[in-house]
């Protein structure tokens, strides 16, 4: 059998995952090239971070690689020591993770120039395109290459500065040239703002640090209690917004009252909550999106306990300071900039001169003025389209890439967090390694059935229960 050639574009996390999941089931369907323009593999912008303060949102348990394996990266963790982690219901820091998702890949690169296995390019790409045989890479270096599919996984976009005075999340303060006396606003006050404010402490920053955002809303925090076991047929699949919203009030004040956690009912509806999203409406995803996902985020995407603690000391000692409100103007002056904003519920606008600014409002809100050089390729040539919600571009439920027409590609397709208007929960790792593996086994399947269309293969991935120690914390 020939033997088809799959090319990632994008190497972190979701890109690793996919590469293992197809030349794990694939082998001898395909050869994988994994492009990605940074120099590590497996990290992407989410496990880069050297600052061991950075921890995972979610528990050392929830974190396996595999979705059949529910105990992998707790047996990896087991054999290192690994300060502070000393049972699978710890945060662990996400360099670790980082190193797990790396470890994954290393025994399937190819040696020297061989036509089989995993091949990896330090390399951007540049342009996707299609032809009669398939699809075509244009890299940075000049090279070219072919194959037969091309897969996206670019995750999160990088948000283009405005202004001089704006501030990289995801780089260190330092390397922004930040003094320590310098006053800063984040805007967000979610998960990202979170790690941006533990980066200035650990550096010493003694200025003041003020996060603004529509409800000044921090992420609530993990407790140690199991996820509710809620039945498929409970599920109001198919309601409206306002409907699933009175659904879960009242099952969460049910369990409250028998003494139960609302943690527990938020993730025991998580096995649910892409089939939910995907059964509503595009006009109550909206309504979703403009009044209830900033309160969905605080409870569903949580901090760990210690990083609570540090937060909320932070706040009390005066460090860190909180805004509901809204910026009405940002202008630039000779430190950094002037900004105007409207606290939530009055109409006096405020002044904050700050010296700068960092952005960690989260999704893009126009996917086609990304920065990614290779999707902005495929909006060019309409082989991409935005999503009706504009938060990324349009998928089919198998991930085929939707073109300027409405029709589905053959050959394009697209994972992880550039999915999330098609999926909605498709930010952690619990929910990408579901989505690569099952791409994976249908892409494989599809290698062996040419005539059938990827999208009519759609056959479950089987997974594993996990051991009754693991299973005590539930989806998180």
């Known amino acids: 059998m020939i033997r088809r050639h799959a090319i990632i574009i994008g190497g972190g996390a ?3 995952l996919l590469a293992y999941q197809l030349l794990r089931f694939g082998s001898p369907a395909y050869r994988v090239t994994l492009v990605e323009r940074r120099p590590e593999i497996g990290r992407g912008l989410a496990y880069h971070t050297g600052n061991p303060e950075h921890l995972l949102n979610v528990r050392a348990a929830n974190m ?4 059949e394996d529910p105990d992998h990266f707790w047996r990896w963790l087991s054999a290192r020591a690994i300060t502070g982690c000393g049972d699978p219901y710890c945060f662990v820091p996400r ?7 790396a470890s994954l890949i290393r025994p399937l690169v190819s040696r020297g120039d061989e036509a089989d296995g995993l091949r990896i390019m330090n390399v951007e790409c540049v342009s996707i395109s299609e032809d009669a045989d398939g699809v075509v890479i244009e890299l940075a270096n000049g090279d070219q290459l072919s194959g037969d599919v091309a897969i996206l996984a670019t995750g999160h976009d990088a948000r283009k500065a405005p202004m001089a005075c704006y501030a990289d999340p995801w780089t260190p303060p330092s390397s922004a040239g930040i003094d320590k006396d310098a006053p800063v606003l984040i805007l967000g006050t979610g998960l990202t703002m979170v790690d941006y404010v533990l980066s200035l402490l650990r550096e010493g920053h003694e200025g003041p640090i003020i996060a603004l955002s529509r409800r000044g809303l921090l992420p609530k925090a993990h407790r140690a209690v199991a996820a509710l076991r809620i039945d ?9 917004a306002s409907q699933l919203l009175r659904w879960f009030r009242h099952r969460a004040s049910a369990h409250l009252a028998q003494g139960g956690d609302w943690r527990s009912v938020i993730d025991g509806i998580r096995p649910y909550t892409q089939r939910l999203w995907r059964e509503l409406p595009i006009r109550s995803r909206r309504r979703f999106l403009e009044h209830a996902r900033a309160w969905w985020d605080i409870h569903r995407h949580r901090m760990a306990p210690d990083i609570e603690f540090r937060i909320t000391k932070a706040i009390a000692d005066g460090r860190l300071g909180l805004i509901a409100g809204k910026t009405v103007e940002i202008v630039p002056n000779a430190t950094g900039a002037r900004v105007r904003y409207r606290r939530r519920g009055q109409t006096r606008i405020e002044s904050l001169d700050v010296d700068a600014i960092v952005d960690c409002t989260g999704i893009v809100k126009n996917p086609a003025a990304t920065s990614n050089p290779a999707v902005r390729s495929l909006f060019d040539q309409g082989l991409a389209r935005v999503d009706p919600l504009r938060i990324g571009i349009e998928v089919m439920p198998d991930c085929a890439v939707v073109d300027r027409s409405g029709v589905p590609s053959r050959r394009l397709f697209a994972i992880g967090p550039l999915t999330r208007a098609a999926f909605w929960e498709i930010m952690a790792i619990p929910d990408i390694r579901n989505q690569c593996a099952e791409l994976a086994e249908r892409l494989v399947r599809n290698a062996a059935t040419a005539r059938i269309p990827p999208s009519v293969l759609r056959a479950p991935v089987a997974r594993r229960a996990p051991s009754e120690k693991m299973r005590v914390i539930g989806h998180q």
């Open 14 to 16: 979701s890109g690793v």
């Open 64 to 67: 396996s690689a595999l979705p």
């Open 95 to 101: 360099r670790v993770y980082g190193d797990y998702i």
């Open 232 to 240: 498929e047929a409970e599920v109001p699949f198919g309601a409206s």
